[in-house]
């Protein structure tokens, strides 16, 4: 029998599958038992389809792939009763088959511990099925979001169980920070260096300041003599005819992705004023932070929870328009002293109040009741 069962939707190639709860898999101890519902393959290609057709044709086999691991998964459990079962956001998008909502009331009701985490405002994307998210809010042990707007998306009785617990990343927790400055202080003179780190969906709040952007490389360049670089790191290209700003497609791998925080200048998190983004989990700002790079990000949501305004980063309202945006990059692109000043309270902060170990902790002492 397995101790610990950890559910996501398409295991460690998700970036909330992996940085919510996968991460920490190894240092939780023997007989955790990682299941993710759809394979990375269908996960790929679902979300890299180009055209309708595709996109529906995709959907189709990762979503019949998913009901058939809730059937056999399900019965799994219901039989060996597991010690914990941790859901990662869901079991299942959308639509369940009749015979899987018997199994997964059978198999969560006969589980001794039943832990759920989301970091995103599933319930008004539709991601997760009213039935399911009845089901966790009311047989949980526990429920771990991200900040006090998703808390407040549940119902009473079951915000009196959730505990707040940031996304964060410890890939880089025992880098060198003087390395990466080095690196940093390498094209500094030259150019600015600034990284969107995100997958497709989330391109539209990159759309609304990308003009912005072009026209604040212009005046980079007039005032600074350098030139402003924008890499897109993503499953999709961000579609853009630039005029001054050097736009650097690069498609998502975890090796592209770790080259180009440890060398960028500034990490950016632009957000449209909606009920979706105000449930966004500012992962990406801890993420950029954890490698001692400062932020600039929209004050929409939890954002202005992470960065601390003028210390660590910047907070630009822009719901108006993106006028802030040319005042906050001209501050961290024009005085390498206090660049590096904010790249050091950036990583303090991390380390303060977002590091790997501290919610590695909690999760042993949620999953196992352990206490080091």
Not at 65 to 85: E, F, G, H, L
Not at 91 to 120: H, R, T
Request: net charge positive; hydrophobic share 40%; glycine share 4%.
């Amino acid at each position: 029998m397995h101790d610990v069962i950890l559910y996501t939707r398409s295991g460690r190639i998700s970036p909330s599958s992996n940085y919510r709860l996968l991460q920490y898999s190894n240092d939780l101890g023997d007989g955790v038992v990682e299941r993710p519902m759809s394979p990375e393959y269908f996960y790929k290609q679902h979300a890299n389809a180009k055209t309708k057709l595709q996109k529906l044709f995709w959907y189709i086999l990762y979503y019949l792939v998913i009901q058939a691991n809730v059937t056999r998964y399900m019965i799994k459990d219901w039989r060996s009763k597991p010690d914990c079962i941790v859901i990662q956001r869901a079991l299942s998008p959308k639509l369940i088959f009749p015979w899987n909502k018997v199994l997964i009331k059978k198999a969560l009701g006969n589980c001794k511990k039943l832990i759920w985490d989301f970091d995103d405002e599933i319930f008004n994307s539709g991601e997760i099925t009213k039935f399911e998210a009845n089901l966790l809010q009311n047989k949980a042990f526990k429920i771990i979001v991200t900040s006090e707007f998703l808390r407040s998306r549940l119902s009473v009785a079951a915000q009196e169980k959730t505990e707040l617990m940031p996304t964060t990343d410890g890939e880089f927790a025992n880098e060198s920070i003087e390395e990466m400055l080095s690196l940093r202080a390498k094209s500094y003179g030259t150019k600015i260096e600034l990284l969107w780190l995100a997958t497709s969906p989330s391109l539209p709040h990159l759309n609304k300041i990308i003009d912005s952007l072009d026209e604040i490389a212009d005046t980079v360049k007039q005032e600074l003599g350098k030139e402003l670089v924008l890499h897109v790191v993503c499953n999709k290209p961000l579609e853009y005819d630039s005029k001054y700003i050097v736009l650097d497609n690069v498609f998502w791998s975890r090796k592209e992705a770790r080259r180009l925080i440890r060398c960028s200048h500034i990490g950016i998190m632009p957000l449209t004023n909606t009920i979706s983004s105000k449930g966004k989990g500012g992962f990406k700002i801890v993420q950029y932070m954890s490698a001692a790079m400062p932020a600039i990000a929209s004050a929409i949501g939890f954002n202005v929870e992470i960065i601390d305004d003028g210390i660590t980063g910047y907070l630009v309202d822009d719901i108006e328009n993106t006028d802030g945006w040319k005042d906050a990059i001209l501050n961290l692109a024009g005085d390498w002293k206090k660049y590096k000043q904010f790249c050091l309270n950036s990583r303090n902060s991390y380390n303060d109040r977002f590091s790997y170990e501290y919610n590695l902790e909690r999760w042993k002492i949620l999953i196992k009741g352990e206490q080091e």
